[in-house]
């Protein structure tokens, strides 16, 4: 892999002079979904697929940047001097964005860069192929220029862009899970403090099967900013009845003693899943480490059921790539990952039972939908490194 992207550096920037290779993962969050603006827990992994990077620094200010996955597109170039988001400069704002934070937190970059990406993230997937630009770019910017930040200041940094470069209100879910990413480990992220412990995903005998619907949807204007104000609402109603600093500090009991200070329905439906969904992610983690894989996956199908009823991101192409999982022989659990709106799903899948599952569920879903899902058997990786 090296060797191809030094060979496509060298071919798009005239030499390789310089020039090193990156690597930052993909993250899927097994369960705790819209719970990291909520102040609840998480509990993603790093994948061993993501993005790769070439850069090397210039002797200028200059910064030109070329994707792989959009080779269309050619050598898009900006500078170090005029770091402000723009619609015509595409996915390179996230590269710059990553930069112009650096700066707002007090880092000179001295010099502009040459990068060349490739990733092997479905683009608009849900497996977070935004953050691990972010973080594979802060990996570079720390690597050339010697900045003293801990992978951790990476995911802060990278969650910092986005937010205020990029204007995606997102957690730190994702840009933390992959900075921090470690083989065959999942990550148990209290978004409240940012406390976490690494909790071993011993799979003998399955694997993790993500299932792409390939229905692409925009974050920043999709539904997610009025969920978030929602639940934020429905918080500011519960303060006046109990004493809490977020909905992930309520138990699913002390929820419903309190709900019915929630003056509307539906945001008393999108904060119980708040509750319900980081109970379930500490409820998960409890059946990891005490071995019961086959709990683990009933409480992925209750995720999705509340994310389905009560969250209401689904839709019909996440509904029936996990509804149609549920029905073959060895899917242990099944659920849909990210923000929803389309994306993916993550399901625990018996060796013995990979084939069928892919066949059975593309086909249903080609019929149903009147387009293809992609298919990718993963395994959990490391965070971001030089190759």
């Not at 993500?210 to 900013?225: M, T």
């Not at 992925?300 to 991101?313: A, K, P």
């Amino acid at each position: 892999m090296k060797e191809t992207l030094l060979k496509a550096f060298g071919e798009v920037y005239g030499d390789t002079e310089g020039a090193k290779v990156f690597f930052a993962p993909g993250r899927v969050n097994l369960i705790g979904e819209h719970t990291d603006y909520n102040g609840g827990h998480v509990f993603p992994c790093a994948l061993t697929i993501g993005t790769y990077g070439v850069a090397r620094v210039r002797k200028d200010r200059k910064l030109r940047f070329h994707s792989m996955n959009f080779g269309h597109l050619g050598i898009i170039e900006s500078g170090l001097d005029d770091l402000k988001p723009a619609k015509e400069a595409g996915w390179t704002n996230y590269p710059k964005g990553v930069m112009w934070a650096f700066e707002e937190k007090g880092y000179q970059i001295p010099f502009g860069l040459d990068i060349l990406l490739n990733g092997n993230i479905p683009n608009g997937s849900g497996l977070s192929s935004s953050a691990s630009v972010e973080v594979l770019t802060g990996y570079i910017l720390k690597e050339f220029f010697g900045f003293d930040v801990s992978n951790q200041d990476l995911a802060l940094i990278g969650q910092f862009s986005e937010n205020n470069f990029n204007g995606v209100n997102c957690g730190i879910m994702d840009q933390f899970a992959i900075a921090m990413g470690k083989k065959d480990h999942a990550i148990f992220l209290d978004t409240a403090d940012l406390s976490y412990t690494y909790a071993p995903v011993k799979l003998e005998g399955i694997k993790l099967v993500i299932a792409s619907s390939n229905k692409k949807r925009g974050l920043g204007d999709s539904k997610y900013n009025e969920r978030r104000s929602e639940c934020e609402m429905a918080l500011a109603e519960l303060k006046k009845v109990v004493e809490i600093n977020s909905l992930g500090d309520l138990t699913e009991e002390q929820f419903e003693e309190n709900k019915s200070a929630i003056k509307d329905i539906v945001r008393a439906k999108r904060a119980k899943h708040a509750v319900y969904e980081n109970q379930r992610t500490i409820k998960a983690v409890k059946a990891l480490e005490a071995n019961d894989i086959a709990q683990f996956g009933q409480l992925m199908n209750e995720s999705h059921i509340s994310l389905r009823d009560d969250y209401e991101v689904t839709g019909v192409e996440l509904d029936t790539l996990v509804e149609e999982a549920w029905k073959i022989d060895g899917v242990v659990g099944s659920r849909m990952t990210g923000a929803g709106f389309g994306g993916c799903t993550v399901s625990l899948v018996k060796d013995e039972a990979i084939d069928a599952f892919i066949n059975k569920v593309g086909e249903v879903y080609r019929r149903k939908i009147g387009y293809k899902a992609d298919f990718y058997v993963v395994e959990v990786g490391n965070g971001p490194c030089v190759l």
